[in-house]
């Protein structure tokens, strides 16, 4: 049989990339690479006694991106499509070709040099286990999350449901220059965000927990009561005056922090002028003991893979040290365009060409705890929320509307809601002068919680 009479179920995810990178090559392609996805998710909420929906979805894409040399660099196209019959990949890379003539050269345009990782590790990006797991199990999840979360106390009115889903993925990848590999990774997750009222009104926040492994999850019942507790909290919440005080973060704000500076420290923002760090490399940027670090191979992380969008090893790389900014982000285009090699850090979907994300995220922990930070505030805010989007990556002005608890005597005193927090984020670095000891995972990103000496809140 030819490998045109070949069906698609004949033929293994990387044998579909290395079909497609082989009819790119034939349609006039200089270099090509091809990303293949498959997926498949179940999710389910439930509000009260109620099954408010229930999702059940597949999904495959595939995409190629074909390059061409030209004078001044190469020249290159992206094309993507569900169907993966053979004849459809092969139109497609004919596609992919003769969009790439059509484009503008690059010089920093092209493939990885070398360096493409050769043998993947064992992340634990799947348990074997828990893809059996149906959906009914999911079901009951989210209805103990949501019983337990309602049961907490007579004042959880109501909620906006509680939420549990599961999804499995497995990720090929290959490229004209000998790289072919593929992995497979898991993520469930379970929310909940009861509401809470009384003589002062109502109120709503949320708690989840999320994993590689169901086993890994916090239990159901565990999440709802949590949940629950936090909206309780803020009843009865009020506005302060506007004044200047030490602000503390929760792990989950001082995570969005991180989210910020994490968009500063890309190579493309670098190059293109677009983060006030852009000159800044080597220099001190963040208070003593700021140690970000970014690293995709950790076990079980959330934003773990053997390799990048390129086929790049992923890494371990510590983007600010004790306070001094040590390195960009980069995949190979940006890091050509400013003079570096890779750090392993390509991310891409299969109808996109390479950018730069980062994998595991996250602030080194320091060696107090919450308690003992609002202990030592003397007067100040816990941030609990943050809403909305204020920040100037090439400025630094920041500011964002907050809800959280107010700070007399190192006591937590009383729920504060509709305020705002201001500052520069280049300031706020610098002002970190207390980072928590309990580090939270809750995405690809996760942080202790931290405090910052001094910002305007701005209330009454």
């Not at 949940?227 to 803020?234: D, F, H, I, K």
């Not at 893979?305 to 004790?322: A, Q, S």
């Not at 705890?369 to 100040?380: F, H, K, P, Q, V």
Request: net charge negative; charged share 25%.
């Amino acid at each position: 049989m030819t490998e045109a009479e070949m069906t698609q179920a004949d033929k293994s995810d990387e044998d579909l990339v290395a079909h497609a990178l082989d009819c790119a090559r034939r349609a006039g392609a200089d270099a090509a690479d091809a990303l293949l996805i498959r997926g498949r998710s179940m999710e389910s909420r439930v509000r009260g006694e109620v099954i408010d929906f229930v999702k059940q979805a597949q999904e495959q894409v595939l995409g190629i991106r074909a390059l061409r040399s030209r004078e001044g660099g190469m020249s290159s196209a992206v094309t993507s499509t569900c169907d993966l019959a053979p004849e459809a990949i092969e139109a497609m890379a004919a596609d992919a070709v003769t969009l790439a003539k059509a484009t503008a050269a690059d010089p920093a345009a092209g493939l990885p040099d070398g360096g493409f990782a050769t043998q993947l590790p064992e992340l634990r990006l799947v348990d074997p286990d828990d893809r059996t797991v149906s959906i009914e199990a999911r079901i009951d999840d989210a209805r103990r999350c949501e019983s337990a979360a309602r049961g907490a106390d007579a004042r959880i009115v109501n909620s906006e449901g509680s939420q549990a889903s599961s999804s499995f993925s497995t990720v090929a990848y290959g490229n004209s220059a000998g790289f072919l590999g593929q992995y497979e990774s898991a993520y469930h997750s379970l929310f909940s965000e009861p509401i809470a009222s009384d003589a002062s009104g109502m109120q709503r926040d949320y708690w989840m927990t999320v994993g590689r492994h169901l086993s890994s999850l916090e239990a159901p019942e565990a999440v709802g009561r949590q949940a629950a507790e936090r909206s309780l909290r803020r009843l009865a919440a009020r506005r302060v005056p506007t004044c200047e005080a030490p602000v503390l973060f929760e792990p989950r704000p001082a995570a969005s922090l991180l989210g910020q500076l994490l968009s500063l420290v890309s190579g493309y923002a670098v190059y293109r002028e677009a983060s006030f760090l852009a000159d800044r490399l080597g220099e001190v940027i963040a208070s003593p003991g700021f140690t970000l670090v970014d690293d995709g191979q950790r076990p079980g992380g959330l934003g773990s893979k053997p390799f990048d969008g390129e086929g790049l090893p992923t890494r371990r790389n510590v983007i600010v040290d004790d306070g001094r900014l040590a390195t960009w982000l980069l995949d190979s285009y940006s890091g050509r365009k400013l003079g570096f090699a890779s750090t392993g850090s390509a991310s891409r979907g299969p109808g996109s060409t390479p950018g730069v994300g980062a994998t595991n995220l996250w602030l080194e922990p320091g060696d107090v705890s919450l308690a003992e930070m609002i202990a030592a505030t003397d007067r100040g805010l816990l941030v609990t929320e943050l809403i909305g989007m204020g920040f100037n990556p090439v400025t630094g002005d920041y500011s964002r509307g907050a809800a959280g608890l107010w700070i007399e005597k190192g006591k937590i005193q009383y729920p504060v809601e509709e305020i705002t927090i201001a500052g520069n984020f280049g300031d706020m670095l610098k002002a970190v002068d207390m980072i928590g000891s309990e580090l939270l995972w809750l995405g690809s990103v996760a942080a202790p919680p931290l405090r910052i000496a001094s910002m305007t809140i701005a209330g009454e």
